[in-house]
């Protein structure tokens, strides 16, 4: 064999095993990758963090409520109204993004209503 033949041969050799190792190392990092992906899923499917979600977006639509009465009412002096106001468009925001986590089967009415009305 002729010595050019001989380092061809290994150079391939060596791209090869390069080429097997880095893909390895690929589909062991998609691998694990794709595993958390679905272990985060569960988890933000859990009863327990659904439960969580739904109380917590029920508070922020109280307060929300809280802020309607405020905002509506005669005796709030009109400085305060606009602040009032940027902090209602805040919770909403807020409590949108928590309800559009919660899976349809265990929405209950009250967030049902307040999500048609104010999440658009």
């Known amino acids: 064999m002729k010595p050019l033949a001989i380092v061809g041969a290994v150079i391939g050799s060596l791209v090869l095993i390069a080429a ?3 893909g390895g190392w690929q589909l062991n990092w998609w691998a694990q990758n794709s595993a958390v992906n679905h272990q985060a899923h569960i988890y ?3 009863y327990g963090t659904q439960t969580a979600d739904i109380q917590e977006a029920r508070n922020l639509a109280t307060q929300i409520s809280q802020i309607d009465v405020q905002v509506t009412d005669s005796s709030t002096p009109a400085s305060e109204v606009s602040a009032l106001r940027s902090q209602r468009t805040a919770m909403v925001t807020q409590a949108c993004s928590i309800t559009y986590n919660i899976a349809p089967n265990l929405m209950p ?3 049902s209503t307040f999500t048609s009305t104010n999440c658009h």
Do not use: F, K, Q
């Open 20 to 22: 097997i190792a880095i």
């Open 44 to 46: 933000s499917n859990s």
């Open 109 to 111: 009415p009250d967030l």
